[in-house]
């Protein structure tokens, strides 16, 4: 849930400049900018959800629920939790919930997530280590330059006067407690305690590692938490330029799979409305029809490549063994010529740079060293250039259209 501003940025798109942040927010910039565009600038409903996420859902409610117990002086029966949590997993459960990994049905989550409950419950059982001060606790800090932080911690504890910040995890990766050390999310909500409490000057941050039967903790420094803030910033000012600029590029990677959106996504929609249609529809779509000829035409041309490669390699010795420099075909006749010719180290080449120094040296680096006009028209667009630079140089910019297929396997998907 997060809020956002009012103002309002130049005509078309949506610009509403977001004032307050929370960290899955930045989390999801990071991740891919375009799904961050379809959830929080076009505000697109999720078109499906995953497993994981509703089996993370059920588990958090159920251990919440078991807090919220106690803090009546109630201690819920194991039996009756896991109870809760199926009568909530039945409620809330619907067609739209996907399951990614194959070979599994909803039913193994569902017995997961009731594993994880007695796990959690036997190790924490009579749940008196540390007094619960609020459950699913909303947090806000100021973060500087007009943004705010915010974020729902799941249970916050006073330990002996340690303030600690307790997180459930449902995943099924164990990260280690160096991974943890630069976990932004938590840190935040550090901060955020820190900023709300008065006597909160030790901040202990907790993350229950459900699947695992597993706590890591994890203290932060003064510096530490600090350090995280001023990164923070920059990655909320990388997002409010993104925003402004309309710059959301997909960037695939393994979260791909388990995303909301993918059916809008320019890299599967097609997928989506291809599987769509009626299996022989399917066969003679425009789409995978031309695909398939391109890649059989590229298959072509590749075998057609190395038997070229070959009967040169052949052709040339050929040549060589009869000392013929021309050699006569019906209709065309083969000029076969061999060069020795010298070569200086490449860019990537080790001894480059002592090379570039004697050109320099020799005052001939300036004739025999070309301007890598490709190298800062990417500079260029990245916006790596220093600004008065970029102005100046914006008059020689045109567009040049480059258009490239790249084919690959589709069990990537
Ligand atoms: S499917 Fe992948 S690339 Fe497309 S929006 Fe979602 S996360 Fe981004």
Known sequence: MFLYGKTFVGPGILRRMARVYSPSRIAAYENCPLKFKYRYVDKKPAMRATIEAFLGRRVHEALEKLYRDRQFEKTPEVDDLVDFYHRQWEKEMDDSICVVKDGYSPDNYRKMGEKYIRQYYRSYEPFDEGATIALEQRVRFPLGDGFSIMGYIDRLADNDGTYEVHDYKTSLTLPTVDDLSRDR?????????????DDADDVELVWHYVAFDKELRVRKSDEELQAVKQETLQAVRDIETAIRQGDFE??????????????????????????????????????????????????????????????????????????????????????????????FPNQDDPEREAFESLLREQGLFDDYTRLDTFALSKAFQKNQLPDDAAKKLEPYVTTRTVERIYLRQRDRD
């Open 185 to 197: 999310q938590l840190a935040l909500y550090a901060l955020a305690v820190r900023h709300m409490y």
């Open 250 to 343: 997909a960037r695939e990677s393994g979260l791909c799979p388990y995303c909301e959106y993918q059916p809008l996504c320019p890299l599967f929609k097609h997928k989506y409305q291809v599987d769509e249609l009626p299996a022989e529809d399917a066969r003679e779509e425009d789409g995978r029809a031309l695909v398939n000829r391109y890649a059989e035409l590229k298959n072509k041309i590749a075998e057609l490549e190395q038997l070229k490669d070959d009967v040169k390699e052949r052709l040339v010795r050929y040549a060589e063994s009869n000392d013929a420099r021309y050699v006569y075909g019906s209709d065309r006749i083969a000029n076969v010529k061999v060069y020795h010719n010298p070569w």
